[in-house]
């Protein structure tokens, strides 16, 4: 949520980020500024009837001790609280479409994300080389993965629809020795494990950003018996920036640095295109999400970290990527910045992201009042950060087309040797 100071202190700004995310927002932020006037004015005579109340209260039992008639003044008490019953109503409906505006303000982006959507995003750099594949033509990961036996895309649509597939034999064996390799690597790197619900609450998505705004996109769940209603996580983000909603940290506490296995359910991924075969787009995917709580100071540092581990985790697998800076447009709605980490998948000859890391500054934490108490006793709002480490469905058809063999055998990645307990996965 954009501090309510910015927009009264700069309202043309908060704008221009909306724009520069190719969104409207000028409508919204001028109803915020008269609502806040209002709210103001609202307060001022609160407090006014309030104090006139606190003054006759004082007066009344020292009449009362003289013999005096307090009827009079007792009548006019009882206007004075009708008047604040009434203003107390009234602000606080403003209060609550004010908060309801603030909600719907995306994050604004920072000052070097440049304006525009994805056409606008900027490769930072490449490592690696597009794999070359002599003396025979390659295959896309569908068909290796079913040569092999390693994905049942045809049980996993029975069992759950389109959008769905197995893990079996090998290949279930592969993407557990993903998971295990990214867990440890980041446990190394000092981060704690947290193994969060995936049923959470609307506060979660609220505090997220995903809400209001996206609630449609999101797989809800309704007990049958209760009035409970709640959501399947669409990543370990949602559960990890609300693990300290409401609370209030120590400086020494920070960074907290947090990483948690989670599978994803993502309901907007309803449209399979030719280029999104397999496993590059579903309703389900397991990933591992790095997060971290710093001070407002300290984020930029922790970015450049998140970004870091990413990509090392990509570069020892010995993939093919890019590392792409996003345009303001593609950055999520609560990010002021996004640097993507795409891996090139041979077979449909672009590259797709395995890993966004992005920087909400203080925005989430605005939305889940999570503060710090620095060392002059001031309570600040924390930052946040987050960054995928790794998603596995991309990874794995990347895998698998960029370590393909001429006899449709595929190396195993030498990190993953010792998880998996082969070299090569053979037909």
Same mark, same amino acid.
């Given at each position: 949520?954009?501090?309510?100071k910015?927009?009264?202190?700069?309202?043309?700004?908060?704008?221009?980020?909306?724009?520069?995310?190719?969104?409207?927002?000028?409508?919204?932020?001028?109803?915020?500024?008269?609502?806040?006037?209002?709210?103001?004015?609202?307060?001022?005579?609160?407090?006014?009837?309030?104090?006139?109340?606190?003054?006759?209260?004082?007066?009344?039992?020292?009449?009362?001790?003289?013999?005096?008639?307090?009827?009079?003044?007792?009548?006019?008490?009882?206007?004075?609280?009708?008047?604040?019953?009434?203003?107390?109503?009234?602000?606080e409906?403003?209060?609550?479409?004010?908060k309801?505006?603030?909600?719907?303000?995306?994050?604004?982006?920072?000052?070097?994300v440049?304006?525009?959507?994805?056409?606008?995003?900027?490769?930072?750099?490449?490592?690696?080389?597009?794999?070359?594949?002599?003396?025979?033509?390659?295959?896309?990961?569908?068909?290796?993965?079913?040569?092999?036996?390693?994905?049942?895309?045809?049980?996993?649509?029975?069992?759950?629809?389109?959008?769905?597939?197995?893990?079996?034999?090998?290949?279930?064996?592969?993407?557990?020795?993903?998971?295990?390799?990214?867990?440890?690597?980041?446990?190394?790197?000092?981060? &704690? /494990? !947290?193994?969060?619900?995936?049923? +959470?609450?609307? *506060?979660? #998505? $609220?505090?997220?950003?995903?809400?209001?705004?996206?609630?449609?996109?999101?797989?809800w769940?309704?007990?049958?018996?209760?009035?409970?209603?709640?959501?399947?996580?669409?990543?370990?983000?949602?559960?990890?920036?609300?693990?300290?909603?409401?609370e209030?940290?120590?400086?020494?506490?920070?960074?907290?640095?947090?990483?948690?296995?989670?599978?994803?359910?993502?309901?907007?991924?309803?449209?399979?295109?030719?280029?999104?075969?397999?496993?590059?787009?579903?309703?389900?995917?397991?990933?591992?999400e790095?997060?971290?709580?710093?001070?407002?100071?300290?984020?930029?540092?922790?970015?450049? &970290? /998140? !970004?870091?581990?990413?990509?090392? +985790?990509?570069? *020892?697998? #010995? $993939?093919?990527?890019?590392?792409?800076?996003?345009?303001?447009?593609?950055?999520s709605f609560?990010?002021?910045?996004?640097?993507?980490?795409?891996?090139?998948i041979?077979?449909?000859?672009?590259?797709?992201?395995?890993s966004s890391?992005s920087?909400?500054r203080d925005y989430?934490?605005?939305?889940?009042?999570?503060?710090?108490?620095?060392?002059d006793?001031?309570?600040?709002?924390?930052?946040?950060?987050?960054?995928?480490?790794l998603?596995?469905?991309?990874?794995?058809p990347?895998?698998?087309?960029?370590y393909?063999?001429?006899d449709?055998?595929?190396?195993?990645?030498?990190?993953?040797?010792k998880? !998996?307990g082969?070299d090569?996965?053979?037909?």
């Open positions: 949520m954009i501090d309510i910015l927009i009264r202190n700069d309202p043309e700004k908060i704008k221009a980020g909306a724009k520069k995310r190719c969104l409207d927002a000028d409508a919204a932020v001028d109803e915020i500024l008269a609502i806040d006037t209002k709210r103001r004015e609202i307060t001022t005579i609160v407090e006014s009837l309030r104090a006139e109340q606190n003054a006759a209260s004082k007066k009344i039992p020292q009449i009362r001790k003289a013999g005096g008639d307090v009827s009079e003044l007792l009548a006019h008490m009882k206007k004075i609280s009708a008047k604040v019953k009434e203003n107390s109503a009234e602000l409906k403003a209060e609550k479409k004010q309801e505006l603030l909600l719907s303000l995306p994050n604004m982006p920072d000052d070097d440049v304006a525009g959507g994805k056409e606008n995003n900027k490769p930072l750099h490449y490592f690696g080389e597009k794999p070359k594949f002599e003396g025979f033509t390659p295959k896309n990961h569908v068909e290796l993965c079913e040569s092999l036996g390693l994905i049942d895309y045809t049980r996993g649509a029975k069992l759950a629809g389109a959008g769905t597939w197995i893990y079996r034999g090998m290949g279930a064996r592969l993407e557990w020795a993903l998971l295990n390799f990214f867990i440890d690597e980041h446990l190394r790197d000092g981060y &704690e /494990l !947290v193994l969060v619900p995936h049923m +959470l609450k609307y *506060e979660c #998505g $609220l505090t997220a950003g995903q809400f209001p705004k996206f609630t449609d996109e999101d797989y769940i309704a007990n049958p018996t209760s009035s409970d209603r709640k959501f399947l996580l669409p990543t370990a983000e949602t559960a990890l920036c609300n693990l300290h909603r409401d209030i940290l120590s400086a020494d506490e920070l960074p907290k640095k947090y990483i948690s296995y989670t599978p994803c359910y993502r309901r907007e991924a309803g449209s399979y295109r030719s280029e999104e075969r397999g496993m590059i787009r579903g309703h389900q995917f397991n990933k591992v790095m997060f971290q709580y710093t001070k407002p100071e300290d984020s930029d540092h922790a970015f450049e &970290e /998140l !970004v870091g581990k990413a990509e090392r +985790l990509v570069q *020892e697998l #010995g $993939l093919h990527y890019r590392l792409s800076k996003l345009a303001a447009g593609d950055c609560s990010m002021a910045r996004t640097y993507d980490v795409e891996v090139w041979p077979s449909m000859g672009i590259y797709k992201e395995v890391a920087n909400a989430q934490a605005r939305r889940g009042n999570i503060k710090y108490r620095a060392e006793g001031k309570l600040h709002y924390v930052n946040t950060l987050n960054a995928s480490g998603a596995t469905s991309r990874v794995f990347a895998i698998m087309e960029q393909q063999n001429a449709g055998s595929v190396t195993v990645p030498e990190v993953l040797r998880y !998996v082969t090569v996965i053979r037909p």
